[in-house]
């Protein structure tokens, strides 16, 4: 492989690996918290699309605004009204359960549920067609070097790293991080502290849905073809990203996000495309069979 | 009186813990419960604290009076936050995953923010200067009675001026528990009210003003420290003769 096709597949790797990044920062966090493996947290990524998708469109034809006025409209949009899902899901599927002291088996089966109800709540709704998400961006391609890469390529990578370097911020730094901390380690002493751990429980679930909300309308603006169970696969994969980073640790979801990524784009490099799943998920399971706890998983030491 | 505790009845699932209890806490008192396990001590803390099942009870009858205001309606958070009662739990529990500094920092989670807490911080550090050494450590890697410590220091960074601890010698060494009660009393004369729990019990009642006896949810006995300390069955029962 010559130096300009790796450096493109690095590219590549990396605008790939992205989309799971950001979405298993979700996963990995509500694990950290919660200790629960938020199976619906995929489909608030096809929720996060479908947002961006109708307030794009709205933006455009009904408001008539140019392309990167109705972009920056749409991001903030799109982040508040699938974080809202996302908290609506822990406040009415979850927080009951975890009133009642349900066993967690119980609360993952309901957060599997959740994930269909989403899934096939959109069906309902919307049909079976696809949607065609609108250009709100020109695309430009610079090729430097043999290398070639997009504008929007770039900007989903930029935003992947933003938003983990806000999340470390937020989980080393502040208060409400080291309550989320504190909550992975010891739930009981946490009220103690004078500390609501609903709220703590709500902002969790807001960054987490609001990272799966920026990737679903990137996926959307770079693949633009929506359908309602576009989540279910990346969202399974950007799971097992999270546990192969060790899950409950940012950084592990972070790395594991682009280490699938880079598994995958290197596969499809080298081997016929059908062999990617295949392959990516055999080198996966090798890294788990010799560190179980994932890359930055240490039993029992800090989560999130 | 600050505190105060009228027949109060709880339970864990179907499980009477408490068969109505009174006692009464007044400020800048030092009272101890005393009773052997299973009596229902740290039962009473949880009740006060209202913190939620599974790991404490339901309050089924009975009332906890603060000021004269029933509190069993409060949360937990909002009775550190407004009535600046904290709990040392009993095994510690501090945040082992994030420093030393860390934890103290979180006890100051329902002040005012913006506040300069350096001051207290150092206040703190005058206590326990142990915890000053260690502050950027990790406060899994803390021996158990400086963890302790910060139990206690993380209690009272939340500006707490109601402390209630439950077995707070456990498991440390004699200087260190003499050290402890010191710094106890240290605070109860700068006007700290504690309600204490501790199975060194002629201890307890060397350092409280008052004390009760709880023998499987209920109180047997009650009165001044001296009192109980001279009580010839209570010496036979709890004070090894």
Same mark, same amino acid.
């Given at each position: 492989m010559s130096t300009a096709s790796l450096i493109q597949n690095i590219i590549n790797a990396l605008q790939w690996g992205s989309f799971y990044a950001l979405i298993a920062l979700g996963y990995t966090m509500v694990y950290g918290v919660l $200790?629960?493996?938020?199976?619906a947290h995929g489909d608030i990524f096809m929720i996060g699309a479908y947002v961006a998708f109708f307030a794009a469109t709205f933006i455009l034809?009904?408001?008539?605004?140019?392309g990167w006025a109705a972009l920056a409209l749409t991001i903030p949009i799109t982040m508040i009204v699938t974080s809202l899902v996302g908290v609506s899901i822990e406040r009415i599927a979850y927080r009951p359960l975890r009133r009642k002291g349900a066993h967690r088996l119980y609360v993952v089966i309901t957060a599997l549920m959740c994930g269909l109800i989403l899934e096939n709540g959109n069906l309902a709704l919307l049909g079976a067609s696809r949607k065609a998400f609108p250009s709100l961006i020109s695309e430009h391609v610079y090729t430097i070097g043999g290398v070639s890469f997009t504008n929007l390529k770039i900007a989903v990578i930029v935003t992947a790293f933003i938003c983990f370097f806000i999340l470390h911020w937020i989980v080393t730094k502040t208060k409400v991080g080291m309550a989320m901390r504190a909550i992975s380690y010891d739930?009981?002493? $946490?009220?103690?502290?004078?500390?609501?751990i609903d709220n703590i429980i709500v902002v969790t679930f807001v960054l987490g849905s609001s990272f799966a909300a920026l990737a679903g309308l990137l996926f959307a603006m770079s693949y633009p073809i929506l359908e309602p169970y576009m989540g279910a696969l990346i969202g399974w994969k950007a799971f097992i990203a999270a546990v192969v980073g060790g899950i409950g640790d940012i950084r592990g979801a972070f790395i594991g996000g682009f280490l699938l990524g880079a598994v995958e784009i290197m596969v499809v490099a080298f081997f016929p495309s059908t062999y990617r799943d295949l392959i990516a998920f055999t080198v996966l399971l090798v890294i788990l069979s010799f560190k179980p706890t994932g890359l930055f998983g240490i039993a029992k030491t800090t989560k999130i | 009186m600050l505190l105060s505790v009228e027949n109060l009845v709880v339970k864990y699932g179907n499980i009477q813990? &408490? =068969?109505g209890i009174s006692f009464q806490v007044a400020k800048g008192e030092i009272v101890t419960l005393i009773g052997a396990n299973g009596a229902g001590k740290t039962t009473s803390l949880y009740s006060i604290t209202r913190l939620p099942p599974p790991e404490s009870p339901r309050v089924v009858g009975g009332d906890i009076l603060y000021e004269g205001e029933s509190?069993?309606?409060?949360?937990p958070d909002k009775v550190v936050k407004d009535l600046k009662l904290a709990l040392v739990p009993e095994g510690r529990h501090?945040?082992?995953? &994030?420093?030393v500094m860390e934890n103290l920092i979180l006890g100051?989670? !329902?002040?005012?923010?913006?506040?300069?807490?350096s001051e207290e911080y150092q206040r703190i550090f005058d206590l326990f200067p142990r915890l000053e050494e260690r502050k =950027?450590?990790?406060?899994? !890697?803390?021996?158990g009675g400086e963890q302790q410590m910060l139990a206690v220091g993380r209690a009272l960074m939340t500006g707490c001026n109601f402390l209630l601890l439950d077995e707070? !010698?456990?498991? &440390?060494a004699p200087v260190l528990k003499y050290e402890l009660f010191r710094t106890l009393k240290k605070l109860n004369e700068e006007g700290m009210t504690i309600l204490l729990i501790e199975q060194n019990a002629n201890l307890a009642l060397h350092l409280a003003h008052r004390g009760y006896v709880l023998d499987t949810g209920e109180i047997v006995a009650q009165g001044t420290a001296d009192e109980l300390l001279a009580n010839p069955e209570l010496k036979k029962a709890y004070l090894g003769g």
């Open positions: $200790v629960l493996i938020n199976f034809s009904t408001l008539g605004l140019p739930k009981f002493a $946490v009220p103690l502290m004078g500390i609501p | 813990a &408490l =068969h509190i069993l309606k409060t949360p501090i945040f082992g995953n &994030l420093t100051t989670y !329902s002040r005012e923010k913006g506040t300069d807490f =950027h450590q990790r406060s899994e !890697s803390l021996s707070p !010698s456990m498991g &440390l």
